[in-house]
């Protein structure tokens, strides 16, 4: 599903190149839920950001379902990206001037699916959130924010979910709903999951953890075991 070969990113800092990916391998299969952990400056976010295609990798190839991702141009970029990627970031990013439901539908009616309205209302069943589809961004609290986020996120159904985060913002308690959320879509949607957190409790949901530090990744598993050694 996702496979990165030597991919590394370098730039400027002043007068000297800096690395802020080592060069790295990476497979993660369909299904999987892998959490990257790591402090600040490690690399995490980074690293989620080159497998988006937000980025591209100083050194390396990256592969979505088999697709040469930095061959592409942007519109190539965009189009696999809106087929094949869900993301949740810290921040939620939701319309405040959207309700609930309206947030969940626009990717929907710019995807033109059929039967958009009564999709975004199972969305927001699914995330527990049919209640409050007609609340507004800052009629919600962080976790329902986040909800709704997640619930936009899967409004095309993509094989893969990016989350970067998503708990940064949250409460303990909160967070952990979060994650557990996540965990269940990735377990009845067979969704691909990478989560960025600097929470390692919360990483523990993980199939497996890659921990970053300086940039170097080392894979961590399996979840039981390697909480202990993170």
Sequence with gaps: MIK?????????????????VQPLDLAVEAGDYVSIVGPSGSGKSTLLGL????DLPTTGE????????TTLDEDELAELRGRKIGFV?????????????ENVSIPLEIGRVKSANARAETLL?????????????SQLSGGEQQRVAI???????????????P??????????????????VQRSRGTTVILVTHDIELAGSADYI????????????????GQEGV
């Design 4 to 20: 990165l070969r030597n991919v590394s990113k370098t730039v400027m800092s002043g007068s000297e190149n800096l690395t802020i």
């Design 51 to 54: 497998i988006a295609g937000l």
């Design 62 to 69: 990256i592969r979505i379902d088999g697709v040469e991702i």
């Design 89 to 101: 970031f810290q921040f939620f990013h939701l319309v405040p001037s959207l309700t609930a439901f």
């Design 125 to 137: 069943a699914e995330v527990g959130l049919e209640d409050r589809a007609h609340h507004y961004p």
């Design 151 to 165: 619930a936009r996120a899967l409004a095309n159904e993509p094989p893969i979910l990016l989350a970067d985060e």
């Design 167 to 184: 708990t940064g913002n949250l409460d303990s308690g909160s967070g952990r709903q979060i994650v557990d959320l996540v965990h269940r």
């Design 210 to 225: 890659l921990r970053m530090r300086d940039g170097k990744a080392e894979r961590v598993e399996p979840k039981n075991s």
